[in-house]
């Protein structure tokens, strides 16, 4: 076994789907299925429970994945240390963001990094803030920027940095620019463009059951960006943090009816994972990276 076979496994432990971790790691799935076939033979025991629905790590499968980590720690370690003979803390790091994130909650903390940490490198995936805590989770991302419930996000360190409101964007030049009423009848009378997921999803929801509202919804999308393009063409009134509409892009052209007082405020801020594994240069980059949130914060 090598130290390519042992992250290909790794990868495949987080996706458990062959033709998605073969992609990744730049393989056919069927020399995805071999190079499986290599380890077990080697190991001498099965490391995946396979049918035609589902893959699963057997108990030999989660324990060697331990071992294939600890390598690819290791190994990341001795070549940090050949690279930084200076014991600069240095890395690359992960982060998940939205777009409006991008403009609005990124920036102070990527000015303070680079101030103090010059040689810690970007890798910025951007999608819908409901993919955030997912992105973490499944270790797609160090770092990411997210809604945070009230009570935190279980399992994770969660670091707020702005609180918004909740209101309803609608274009300035476009049908529903100018709408008038109670909050029950503009969700009954005028088309909405909501998230499909998220912790706004869930307040609007349960406000309408408690209600008895029946909202007309034009549009499920995801991410606000999405949200925002739909309102412009003027298909509806979109349910958006106001961060959304006072940084970026999209703080000419709108208008903005506050939503309802039960959707409240939230927090939007940072999330990471508590515990950390990896190398030991992984994890001082990590500690640095966790001292600058919770400064900032």
Request: charge should be negative; hydrophobic fraction near 40%.
């Amino acid at each position: 076994m090598d130290f390519f076979e042992l992250n290909a496994f790794v990868t495949l432990s987080k996706t458990l789907h062959f033709a998605h971790t073969a992609a990744e790691v730049n393989l056919s799935p069927s020399a995805l299925s071999r190079l499986v076939s290599r380890l077990e033979e080697e190991t001498g025991t099965a490391l995946l429970d396979r049918n035609n629905r589902e893959v699963s790590l057997t108990n030999a499968g989660k324990n060697f994945v331990e071992f294939a980590k600890k390598c690819l720690a290791e190994r990341d370690d001795m070549l940090h240390s050949f690279k930084n003979q200076s014991g600069e803390i240095a890395g690359n790091l992960r982060v998940y963001a939205s777009v409006t994130a991008c403009y609005s909650i990124v920036p102070p903390f990527l000015k303070k990094l680079a101030e103090l940490y010059p040689r810690i490198h970007l890798s910025i995936e951007t999608g819908d803030p409901a993919g955030a805590i997912l992105a973490v989770r499944e270790d797609r991302a160090d770092v990411a920027v997210a809604a945070i419930p009230d009570n935190g996000v279980s399992g994770l360190d969660s670091v707020p940095v702005r609180r918004t409101p909740l209101v309803f964007a609608a274009s300035a030049g476009g049908p529903f620019a100018d709408v008038k009423g109670s909050p029950q009848d503009i969700i009954s009378s005028v088309p909405l463009i909501l998230p499909k997921t998220g912790l706004a999803r869930e307040r609007f929801e349960e406000w309408i059951r408690s209600r008895n509202v029946h909202p007309i919804v034009a549009a499920e999308t995801e991410g606000n960006e999405a949200i925002m393009a739909l309102v412009q063409l003027g298909l509806g009134i979109g349910l958006v943090p106001q961060i959304v509409l006072t940084n970026g892009p999209y703080i000419n052209g709108f208008t903005s009816y506050a939503a309802l007082n039960s959707l409240g405020y939230y927090e939007v801020g940072f999330i990471q994972k508590i515990r950390l594994q990896g190398s030991e240069s992984y994890k001082r980059m990590r500690n640095a990276v966790s001292e600058i949130l919770h400064g900032e914060n």
